[in-house]
């Protein structure tokens, strides 16, 4: 692993370099601990080498709407009947302004919590707008390759942003030290979108420090069995910050819900960041609905199914292994991140048999050789591995 402000040099994390492409951020390089303040460069200007507002729902829009969508991680087949129902059960509250203090109750009474550490945002992309502006920091890290929303926000409030990169070869695997000591903002994402890592949570707990915020974006883990290694409800450490969204495993992207879970201080000032209502009537009932018992059962059972049908789309990826296909294991979200030598013709090829597949190159510390798959139905896994077989045989 190493501290990198460049975002260039090849895919994987392979001997990435330490000049000349993060522009905004600082641009070092580091191998298991804090680098010194002359290696510091500060640069104006977007980030010339990854294309950070990119995500999976541009691969099938347009043309690619008719595409089977193996590049968006919301789960298939959602939201559900009765989910649908409570939703459209709240259109007649619409003439009222919207009321969040019973879904924001719900939500903490589901992790435990005092209804002064829970923030409803928009969904989790809000969450990472009301951090970048509201907290006052002066070294942000954004631990990569991870979901890129988290650094494009603090970009476009100001900050310059400092890099930790995870290498193949170690597996994307974190190592604590890594981070630089004077950090006083660290956003992690456990399990990690695009790797499919699940970081242990005493390793991401070991990031907190007195004065440093430490913001963990879970918005995957209620797709984990159990929600092991989960930090959610957790108060015992300092300047913790975890961000979960209802809208993978419930299908809700465009009803846009999510949470903030934090200390009240921290939850105050998001709140003074928010606009009047930031919440619609019927996200907060959708919030409301998806932290009941009911719910997190359902939830529970999917969870174990993704992890059933994700072990099927490993097997067979790995009959590929002869033609340079690689996995990364072990895999633990409902997506995987896949090696392939000439990722963009084959993306291109399987768009013209009918399937989508994210882009990997538009990820820090990931170049053209790679691609996340979402993971399917057995079916549908079927169709996607005989159109790979006819690109790449």
Known sequence: MRTDGTGNGPGGGHGLGTRGGLDGGYDRETRGGPDSEHDRETQGGPDNGHDLRHHGDAEVRDDGAALVDL???VRADTPPAWLRDEIAASLSSLAAYPDGRAARAAVAARHGLPVDRVLLTAGAAEAF??????LKVRRPVVVHPQFTEPEAALRDAGHTVDRVLLRAEDGFRLDAAAVPED?????IGNPTNPTSVLHPADSVARLARPGRTLVVDEAFMDAVPGEREALAGRTDVPGLV???????TWGLAGLRIGYVLADPE???SLERAQPLWPVSTPALAAAEACVAPRALAEAAHAAHRIASDRGHLVAGL?????YGVRVVEPAEGPFLLVRIPGAASVRRRLRELGYAVRRGDTF???????????????????????ALSAVLT
């Not at 820090?364 to 169709?383: C, H, M, N, S, Y």
């Open 129 to 134: 707008v009301l951090l970048a502006r509201a």
């Open 71 to 73: 590049a968006v991680n």
């Open 318 to 322: 790995a009959a590929f292994a002869p």
């Open 364 to 386: 820090p510390g990931l170049g053209e050789e790679w691609v996340r798959v979402a993971v399917r139905d057995r079916g549908t896994v079927r169709g996607f591995l005989r």
């Open 242 to 248: 975890v961000l979960r969204s209802l809208t993978k």
């Open 266 to 268: 921290v939850v105050a």
């Open 183 to 187: 950090a006083d903002l660290v956003v």
